[in-house]
């Protein structure tokens, strides 16, 4: 069992509830140690006195507040003597809904956990009032010398809090954004086209088919300079789309994300654009030809055709493999 990273008690009213807090998430990035080039020679960070050049040990360093003509010394130890609640107390002051918390304001995700078994109906019956309501508790602690402020929720049978952002760290996009437009103008006709290209790319959420390829591509690099092979550089970005274009851009969007059957029984929608599509699949690859030979474009193009889920976070490799797989598939079906 993980270890908890902060212990103490939440409460509501009369109600106290002992809990332990848990880290919800982990990174799975990749971590490179820092070398000096052309060596194996590790480079390491070491405290120093920046007058004297000794290296500092962690018990003789202290905190200090650069108040101008000088420095304001605070130990560690004074400042859990003024954190409020002694840095134990998870407080609710109220409950919100969940919709008047904006995305913007939430930050990290923790899991909370009954601090002993003889304590698990009160939890159950906190979980349960909250998921009934939709409900999250606001409330403020101290943690590693820091106050924040939390939302604790009801999520998939247990609690979990949230960290959050204060309200003047929240920045104004007017402000932070130079190049942000006023009201632009929109037609109708680009507005109709724009929403049914959201519409037709609308998916399920499953959190699941979506994977971190850059890692993988790293983990890919990693290996392939241990053996002396190479890798693939990815494609550049796609370019710009100006303003004369748009429209174009997004009939093309509808068309390619839209399934070979919804496109046999569209209407056709005069001469130019007939002579467009018939362009288009006269210069797409013929069934029989390889993937390899395929840009990433094309590739993700079949793939939406083929209905491969998570298509749109795979590398070129992947959706290489994703429709051999499913057209392997097709072949044992058929047979």
Do not use: C
């Not at 929608?269 to 362009?279: D, I, L, V, Y």
Request: proline share 4%; glycine share 6%.
């Amino acid at each position: 069992m993980a270890r908890p990273v902060w212990s103490g008690a939440l409460t509501f009213g009369l109600v106290t509830l002992p809990v332990q807090m848990f880290t919800a998430t982990e990174s799975h990035t990749v971590h490179f140690h820092q070398l000096q080039r052309g060596t194996s020679d590790r480079v390491r960070n070491k405290r120093v006195n920046e007058r004297t050049g000794d290296e500092v040990p962690l018990d003789e360093i202290v905190k200090g507040f650069d108040a101008g003509d000088e420095y304001v010394v605070v130990e560690p130890g004074e400042l859990e003597d003024i954190a409020p609640g002694r840095s134990k107390a998870l407080e609710i002051t109220g409950f919100v809904d969940l919709e008047q918390v904006e995305p913007i304001f939430f930050d990290k995700t923790y899991y909370l956990g009954p601090k002993g078994k003889e304590y698990a109906k009160v939890y159950a019956l906190m979980e349960k009032a909250m998921a009934h309501t939709g409900k999250a508790g606001i409330a403020t602690f101290v943690m590693r010398n820091h106050q924040y402020l939390v939302a604790v929720k009801a999520e998939a049978g247990l609690l979990t809090l949230h960290t959050l952002h204060w309200a003047d760290e929240i920045r104004d996009p007017r402000k932070e954004i130079g190049d942000l437009p006023a009201e632009a103008a929109v037609t109708d006709r680009e507005l109709k086209m724009a929403e049914q290209l959201v519409e037709t790319l609308s998916i399920d959420w499953k959190p699941e088919e979506f994977h971190d390829t850059f890692q993988e591509q790293v983990a890919k690099l990693i290996e392939a300079k241990r053996t002396g092979e190479t890798v693939e550089k990815a494609e550049p970005p796609a370019a710009s789309t100006n303003v004369v274009d748009l429209m174009e851009a997004l009939r093309a969007s509808v068309d390619r994300a839209k399934s070979p059957k919804d496109r046999r029984g569209q209407k056709a929608g005069g001469a130019a654009k007939t002579a467009a599509r018939s362009t288009a699949r006269s210069k797409r690859p013929s069934k029989a030809s390889s993937f390899d030979s395929l840009t990433k474009a094309e590739l993700y193009e079949r793939a939406t055709e083929a209905g491969i889920p998570g298509r749109s976070s795979m590398s070129r490799e992947d959706l290489i493999e994703a429709l051999r797989g499913a057209r392997g598939r097709r072949r044992a079906d058929a047979s």
